[in-house]
């Protein structure tokens, strides 16, 4: 039994609430077989009051050291020759803190920690996000038009979303024998979809099994809907910032779809609202979730159970 605050599951998904890095540290060695989450964002935001938290740091430094502790423990429990995929955004740099206003090396930061704790960097998939959007929802200063005809200098593209793909190596030749391949065939992956997903940029609405893929004949995805989350205002409470946004649905979905099979275990430490366990639920895969926020963990387990009650009644064939 894993110690935690407390935990709920169903058939094939468990929410564990409590720390991710005590929770994590007691998974059983090669038992999970891929990682789809979102951490904090170093101190960007406050999600909770608690020590515990991750994002109550006082800068990218402290939060890398905290973050290690937990990658230490993900590379033991992640099978041999599989992947965790890792939602990053670079963060914007401050006057009253960094000294300046331009850019962190967020994701940077996130690349060189897994480095460190022996994952090799496999790949990055930028999310393209529409800068009109952004400029009206954060009010940033280095979107607006004006400075055009004022001075250019202040200006600066929007933020992208990353994925950030790491590969878990074999250490050892019985680490090899552990290892088990990912499978598809032309009828579950299409060649054409496959031409449309290697792009570096995501930019097409699409899931595993939807047509037609390959509509995009330049083969960039510049149509992640950035509204194909789980409702997470249900799981605010009354001191929580106004930030608090899932995951894409169909990020997760294409992630789970490419990087895992069915029956797969899927994790994500940083649990949220469910995000992560509702899409591979979708796919047919396990979940296992951590979240230390009691309002965020309470939704996600309703999530989870109401998306496991739709995939059994579309098994039994239920109207």
């Known amino acids: 039994m894993i110690k935690c605050i407390n935990h709920d599951s169903g058939t094939n998904w468990t929410m564990y609430r409590g720390d991710c890095v005590e929770v994590v540290a007691q998974m059983p060695d090669a038992s999970v077989d891929l990682a789809v989450y979102s951490p904090p964002f170093s101190d960007l935001f406050v999600y909770s009051e608690s020590e515990r938290d991750m994002g109550n740091c006082v800068d990218d430094d402290e939060f890398t050291e905290h973050y290690l502790h937990l990658l230490q423990s993900m590379f033991r429990v992640i099978r041999p020759g599989r992947m965790a995929a890792v939602h990053v955004s670079d963060l ?72 950030l793909v790491f590969k878990r190596p074999p250490m050892s030749n019985a680490e090899e024998a552990m290892a088990a391949p990912v499978t598809h065939t032309r009828a579950t992956f299409p060649l054409d979809q496959w031409q449309e997903w290697a792009s570096p940029v995501w930019a097409t609405e699409g899931d595993i099994g939807a047509e037609p893929f390959g509509a995009d004949p330049h083969g960039v995805w510049m149509d992640i809907d950035q509204s194909n989350t789980l409702n997470a205002r249900a799981a605010r409470d009354s001191k929580d910032e106004k930030h608090m946004c899932p995951l894409q649905l169909d990020v997760i979905e294409r992630l789970c779809g490419l990087y895992s099979n069915p029956g797969d275990v899927v994790l994500s430490p940083f649990g949220g609202v469910g995000s992560e366990g509702v899409g591979a639920l979708k796919l047919g895969r396990k979940y296992v979730g951590v979240e230390l926020k009691e309002s965020y963990w309470q939704r996600a387990c309703y999530n989870l159970r109401a998306e496991e009650s739709v995939d059994q009644m579309s098994l039994f064939g239920a109207k």
């Open 92 to 163: 914007p740099a401050r006057k009253s803190k960094e000294g300046f206003i331009g850019l962190r090396d967020f994701s940077g930061d996130v690349v060189r920690a897994h480095q460190r704790a022996g994952f090799h960097y496999h790949s990055r998939i930028t999310i393209w996000k529409d800068p009109v959007r952004e400029m009206q929802r954060t009010k940033s200063h280095g979107l607006l038009y004006k400075n055009i005809r004022e001075d250019s200098t202040r200006n600066r593209v929007g933020f992208p979303d990353y994925i």
